[in-house]
């Protein structure tokens, strides 16, 4: 039976077995959604600490329960390993890597390029495998890169093994869309490696959304990610506008967001976090840098997102000037340190960015966070603080960077004496000083 055939026979038995490189904030999701629908799944991850965790039946990914990965390999449906050869067998291999950036801010594919390496390595000589990369990437990674070695030793893409390439919108932390009803976009090298691919995530994903090549996959989760980086870009010049004018930027917002058509709220804040809407952009405009085409408005929002944490650093100052107190030897408590609320991830978070430039100003910086313990990052080395009435009393000034749901805002902000909101979660009235962004 042709390859393709037998693949898509096996995908709808649940026989296929699924192997998962990456088991971080998108791969392990996917891992057990899989495992979920009743497929063996395999995963590989270089991170022998990440493996370990795993098959002590534990979690490092705040939206994966514990007991749900241990249920699950007891089940035997999911398995851990840090060799690929464990993905020799398997019928399917989703790639989920990181795709950082270089500290030029030019894009680092070094981790796709060594996994597709290995999954080369490992591949069945007469091929049968259907490839699908996950990671954010610029449009060509799938058919430049990552085609060209699967394909090394004579198999023929869309006959010998099938590739794909389908972003992933996870959000992590958020309840109300899942792996399931989160529809997710594929695009195959050939119509019978979209047919695969498409059947494949049609298991575990209610509404798969088929386009016309890798390339256009890969450009909309650019688009998807462009477009919140330069809308966060604009309300956050908004806010230094509304600064300069006098005027209150939540209450603008706020109203704005009224309107029932034609207009989608956006919230200033004290900068990008993650590993997403801060580096993607930097993907397309590098590519575009290679065709002679400069992105603009991606380069203009980074310009202003990146200046976000000065801008609240410069508010710190203002506040406590009119205390007649310097920022100098002042006490700096901030809450939060997360990216965003309600998670752990501190990864290009504005909080290291607003701690750096405080203790450049000569602030004794602490902070509270109940997702991060501890803060070992880009020179920081600081355990977080317990969040006390006294410690709230004794801080010369309170940053809120990361609005949390845990923290009770009443409390913090009738105890604190003096705290820059950058997040509105004060809410209005509460008490006089607070300076909001
Ligand atoms: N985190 C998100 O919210 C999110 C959302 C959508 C898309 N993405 C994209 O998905 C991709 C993965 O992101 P993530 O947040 O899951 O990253 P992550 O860092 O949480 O996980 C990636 C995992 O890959 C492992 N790894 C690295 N190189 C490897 C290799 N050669 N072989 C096997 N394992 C290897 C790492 O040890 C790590 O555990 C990125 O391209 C990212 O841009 C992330």
Known sequence: MEHKQQLLERIANREAQIGIVGLGYVGLPLAVAFAQEGFSVVGVDLDSRKIAALQRGESYVEDVPADVIAALADAGLFSVSTDYATLAEVDAISICVPTPLRKTKDP????????????????PADGGQLIVLESTTYPGTTDEIVLPRLGRDGLEVGRDFFLAFSPERI?????????????KVIGGVTPDCLEVAVALYATVVDHPVP??????????????????AVNIGLVNEVALMCDRLGLNVWEVVGAAATKPYGFMPFRPGPGLGGHCIPIDPHYLSWKLRTLNYTAR?????????????DYVVSKVADALNARRKAVNGSRVLVLGVAYKRDVGDVRESPALDVI????????????????VASLRREGIDLDASPLTAEGLAAADCVVVVTDHSAYDWTWIGATAPLIVDTRNAIKNGAVASIVRL
């Not at 450049?360 to 509270?368: C, I, P």
């Open 108 to 123: 680092d594919i070094s981790y796709i390029v060594d996994a597709t390496e290995c999954i080369a390595t490992h591949m």
């Open 171 to 183: 959000d992590p932390g958020r309840t109300d869309f899942t792996v399931r009803t989160t529809p």
């Open 211 to 228: 386009v016309s090549s890798t390339a256009t996959a890969e450009m909309v989760k650019l688009l998807e990610n462009t477009f919140r």
């Open 297 to 309: 408005f991606i380069e203009l929002a980074a310009e202003v997102n990146s200046h976000m944490p």
């Open 356 to 371: 750096h430039l405080l203790r450049q100003r000569g602030a004794e910086v602490s902070y509270h966070d109940p997702y």
